[in-house]
Nanobody, 117 residues
Framework: QVQLLESGGGLVQAGGSLRLSCVAS????????MGWYRQVPGNQREPVAI???????DYADSVKGRFTISRDNAKNTIDLQMNNLKPEDTAVYYC???????????WGQGTQVTVSS
């Protein structure tokens, strides 16, 4: 089992910045990647940024150049620095941990990000 605890999020004006953090605990050695997803009511959850154990990163086209994902292996954390936020970034953001061995995903409880225009 893997437990994910998120922090950060909140309300910010368009053009502002926020930082999300996620701490992983449990069977973290079994994980192949971690990342952030977001979901708007009525829509499917979508990937925002992923970072693999090897440090490779992938971003949704809509956030490239504005968001940066990073990880601290010593602290078992990943962060998502979000700059130049736009109203369309408003969503619940979920921390994700993926285990490729059996394609199992773990999820955090979600944190609300609201960007006002």
């Amino acid at each position: 089992q893997v437990q994910l605890l998120e922090s950060g999020g909140g309300l910010v004006q368009a053009g502002g910045s926020l930082r999300l953090s996620c701490v992983a605990s449990g069977s973290i050695l079994s994980l192949s990647s971690m990342g952030w997803y977001r979901q708007v009511p009525g829509n499917q959850r979508e990937p925002v940024a992923i970072i693999t154990n090897g440090g490779r990163t992938d971003y949704a086209d809509s956030v490239k150049g504005r968001f940066t994902i990073s990880r601290d292996n010593a602290k078992n954390t990943i962060d998502l620095q979000m700059n130049n936020l736009k109203p369309e970034d408003t969503a619940v953001y979920y921390c994700n941990a993926h285990r490729s061995l059996d394609a199992h995903d773990y999820w955090g409880q979600g944190t609300q990000v609201t960007v006002s225009s």
